[in-house]
């Protein structure tokens, strides 16, 4: 059973274009929704996160939307550049274990391609 | 400050073998986790470490896989025997704790493990 449904599972965009990639959870305990970004040979890094009493956050040319009742959110990309090239995921997580615990659930993934 | 680091960066095995990867967290950092990414597939969770006890292990997969963290510093994790389908890219991702407001995980480059 997948958690966290992320699509498209690849992107190609044009640089200066806007690139959209979405996610989708179940679990209404998840408190928590990170993306990463990951460039080949290295592990994934936080870029921006949200917590679900905020419909929106952003940070530079990245903006992530969040519709809790629809339990759906969306990572956006303004102006896109070659160098956003990169694998996102999207992610989730909740409190357990007393608070210590905040395993995340991913997507599967997102190769975005960004063309000069 | 040094990022999480593990070793080795990749490993070729043979199918009945044994190999340990290693996970260095960032210094400071009492929660450790693993995961692991198969391809084509989600970034799954495996463990979490808070120190040097194991607080969740409810993802590893069967009893080939053994972590450890002894003296709640770097963490290893044993695959004994190998298997082919424990071919995957095992990350470490360490956070502070208590996590309080700083949920961010920092991710190692991961370990590619191959197995024949």
């Known amino acids: 059973q997948q958690q966290v449904k992320q699509s498209p599972q690849s992107l190609i965009v044009q640089k200066g274009g806007i690139s959209i990639i979405n996610c989708a959870y179940e679990?209404?305990?998840?408190?928590?929704f990170p993306w990463y970004q990951q460039f080949p040979g290295k592990g994934p890094a936080l870029l921006i996160a949200i917590r679900p009493d905020v419909s929106e956050k952003k940070e530079g040319r990245f903006t992530i939307s969040f519709n809790k009742s629809a339990k759906q959110f969306s990572l956006h990309i303004m102006d896109s550049q070659p160098g956003d090239s990169a694998t996102y995921f999207c992610?989730?997580?909740?409190?357990?274990?007393?608070?210590?615990?905040?395993?995340?659930?991913f997507g599967k993934g997102t190769l975005l391609t960004v063309n000069p | 400050e040094a990022g999480v680091t593990q070793f080795p960066s990749h490993s070729v095995i043979e199918k009945g073998q044994t190999v340990t990867l290693r996970c260095d967290p960032i210094?400071?950092?009492?929660?450790l986790y693993w995961y692991r990414r198969v391809m084509g597939k989600e970034i799954k969770f495996l463990l979490h470490f808070v120190k040097e006890s194991k607080q969740d292990e409810s993802g590893m997969p069967n009893n080939r896989f053994l972590a450890e963290r002894t003296g709640g510093t770097y963490s290893t994790l044993k695959v004994q025997p190998a298997e082919l389908e424990d071919s995957g890219v095992y990350f470490c991702?360490?956070?502070?704790?208590?996590?309080?407001?700083?949920?961010?995980?920092?991710f190692g480059p991961g370990t590619r493990l191959t197995v024949l």
């Open positions: 991702a360490s956070s502070h704790w208590p996590s309080g407001s700083r949920r961010e995980q920092f």
């Open positions: 210094s400071g950092h009492d929660n």
């Open positions: 679990n209404t305990a998840f408190d928590y």
């Open positions: 992610a989730a997580s909740y409190s357990n274990s007393g608070g210590s615990n905040y395993k995340l659930t």
